[in-house]
Nanobody, 124 residues
Framework: QVQLVESGGGLVQAGDSLRLSCAASGRTFSSYGMGWFRQAPGKEREFVAAISRSGGNTGYAISVKGRFTISRDTAKNTVYVQMNSLKPEDTAVYYC?????????????????WGQGTQVTVSS
């Protein structure tokens, strides 16, 4: 079973950029669609972005489209999300997740493995 470890979170100011990384263990990374979700205090976990197994298809939440870019590097078993023009409302714990589905999964129920999360805080 794949294991996921996120990194790259931190405290930034509004308008800054961050790149989150999610390193996957195992040799079957290319078998999984990958996604990023986030959860702010008192709120439900929400979809941020996802990428298909091949990397050829991506999906984004409306709130981040045009600002965030998801990508994957099969050689490094890593998925990234580049976050630009960050806003205070982007503050949350960000989780990466793995799915065995062929589609680009956008709901938490479609993912079977989760990382531990990394905190992103955007100050105004």
């Amino acid at each position: 079973q794949v294991q996921l470890v996120e990194s790259g979170g931190g405290l930034v100011q509004a308008g800054d950029s961050l790149r989150l990384s999610c390193a996957a263990s195992g040799r079957t990374f290319s078998s999984y669609g990958m996604g990023w979700f986030r959860q702010a205090p008192g709120k439900e976990r929400e979809f941020v972005a996802a990428i298909s197994r091949s990397g050829g298809n991506t999906g984004y939440a409306i709130s981040v489209k045009g600002r965030f870019t998801i990508s994957r590097d099969t050689a490094k078993n890593t998925v990234y999300v580049q976050m630009n023009s960050l806003k205070p409302e982007d503050t949350a714990v960000y989780y990466c997740a793995a799915s065995s589905l062929w589609v680009v999964p956008t709901t938490p129920e479609q993912y079977h493995t989760w990382g531990q999360g990394t905190q992103v805080t955007v100050s105004s």
